[in-house]
């Protein structure tokens, strides 16, 4: 009786995840080894019949490839601008939503997060005009001041800027989530901290940075796989060619040009591979490396 | 506290009080002030958007124009039209209508007073700057609509998000209902495969998955946009499952009492129960869907008819990117339903990201 309810329940429980098994298998397992017996191959979808093995070839290509050391380059130069720039807009988005003293707090909360829920194809044409050298805002605002702005889009040097304030719209998220770790601070803490003598600062630095720094670790890992994931507003901006010369070219542009404007997706296919081992160590370096950027005293 | 229980306190008098609560206000307004300002930079780009897409091209390009959509201004004086400057004179700048220029000195009127005839002035009428007046420009939209069929984009678009919206809230609930009411061999393991599948690129899955639909013949079709989501989707299954296994198991064990099928308890004791957090997950895989950019890209490449509007706009942006007003206008037009859903639900995503914890 008992072991025929068991099997029961076996039965039943198989029968509802069914729908994910079937497609883990299809959609990620399966073609996770195919991918790699592609990336040995010089597949051609033009011509599927044509199929060759090419052993390693394709991979000997990537380490000397110069548009792959490129679109790495490119990658990482975003990066370490795009990454403590949205970091500290988020944390300082959320520290002043947080603040008692703010009239209307969910009125800005919203208005805050809601260029996140606005499509990124739209968002980069917004900012494509914005940034404009002779009729965008941002400009115009600098000349009130009496800078002459930069072509931001153009330059090889404005671009990552550029692109890192297009970011700085879709913070909204992680505003939202270093609020939460914010309103998880106790507030004795901060009481202590007055009592000891901490002005201001030295409580944002002794308190706040270090009780946040397990959700502000949360968003980095996030948001560095996200730049290795960045194609859309690159490939909006130039329609795909990478300008100005190759400064917009990303990793993943680079690899959707290889599979889908050349028809190399044995190539394409190993570029995969390779974003794949990069995430992959990335996350586990982070990881690792955790206790150097989070105060593991902050409960999560 | 009030102002009779402070006259009893020591040491604070009134003015003391009053002095506490003016610091109090001071405090808050300007806090407040600064929100505004910063809010104000935050959204600057919409300003911009709108105000271009309601600019007629001649404005953009002209220098000295406003930033706001503005119509060069003219006054009519004895039926004919005639260009208003901006006109340096001994009592300030005025605002006169150009009657006759010629090349050291012009004739004008004023538009204030036509009556007392016309102005005899000194210099170059070329170096004067023309006056502006507030006018919107609605043709661009009626442009953009007609040039790239954007009813057809709009359809699309809304018909993808849909029908994928409802794929994944129907097998998603169904799988987290499995992992979080019943007990089968391998179970840990298998949820542990399906966190790892949350975490892995789609790219190393893409181009062989591409080769499958391209095999089916499915590619220049809706189907690999679609057909994925009916099968779960592992981030989902986990943000449901999360919710499920919080709901009393006393519920499902009344209703078996009473007969009822582990079928028949999903539907009517576990999906009543979870109504905050499907709105939640079908919201947000309704933006990411109307959001998605690469797979319409690889699989609609070259049919027109069936894009959605992220792959329309891009191709809409590259034919006319030296048409500032036009783009603007189409933004405004792809954005419009997306900010709307959210004002309209901004309190469905706001309960869905504090019980999800995060979000896509």
Known sequence: MMLTLARRESFWGFAFIAPWILGALVFTLLPMGASFVISLTNFDPRYPDAVQSVGFANYQRMFSDPLVLQSLAVTVKFAALMLPLTLGVSLGLAMLVNNPKLLGRNVFRTLFYMPTQIPIVATTLIWQGVLNLHTGWVNYVLGAFGIAGPDWLNSTVWVYPGLSLISVWGTGTMMLIALAGLQSIPTELYEAARIDGAGKWAQFRNVTLPMVSPVFFYNLIIALIGTFQYFTQAYVLTNGRGDPDNATLFFNLNLYREGWRYYDMGYAATLAWLLFVIVLALTVILFRTRSRWVFEGAAR | MTLAAAQQLPHIGLRGLLGRRLRKWTAISSVTFLGLVVVSAYLMPLGYMAATALKDAAQMSETGAPLYPAKPSTFTWQGQDYAVYNVPTADGVRQWALVDPRREDATFVDPAHPESGTIEWQGRWRTLEQAWQFGLELENFVTVWNQINFGRLLLNTFAIAMISTLGTLLSSTVVAYGFSRFRFPGKNGLF??????????????????????????????????????????????????????????????????????????????????????????????????????????????????????????????????????????????????PVAIFFFAQRAFMRGIVITGVEK
């Open chain 2, 192 to 337: 542990l495969l399906l966190l790892a599948t949350i975490i892995l690129p789609f790219q190393i899955t893409l181009i062989p998955t591409f080769a499958v639909f391209l095999a089916l013949g499915w590619t220049g079709t809706w189907l690999p946009l679609l057909v994925p989501h009916f099968f779960a989707n592992a981030y989902n299954v986990f943000l449901l499952r999360q919710y499920f296994v919080t709901i009393p198991r006393e519920l499902d064990e009344a209703a078996m009492m009473d007969g009822a099928s582990p079928f028949r308890v999903l539907i009517s004791v576990i999906v009543p129960q979870s109504i905050p957090v499907l709105t939640a997950v079908g919201l947000f895989h309704f933006f990411f869907a109307w959001n998605d950019f690469f797979q319409p890209l690889i699989y609609l490449q070259g049919n027109i008819d069936l894009q959605p509007l992220s792959v329309g706009i891009a191709v809409f942006n590259a034919l006319y990117s030296q048409k500032p007003t036009l783009i603007q206008a189409a933004a405004v037009m792809s954005i419009v339903v």
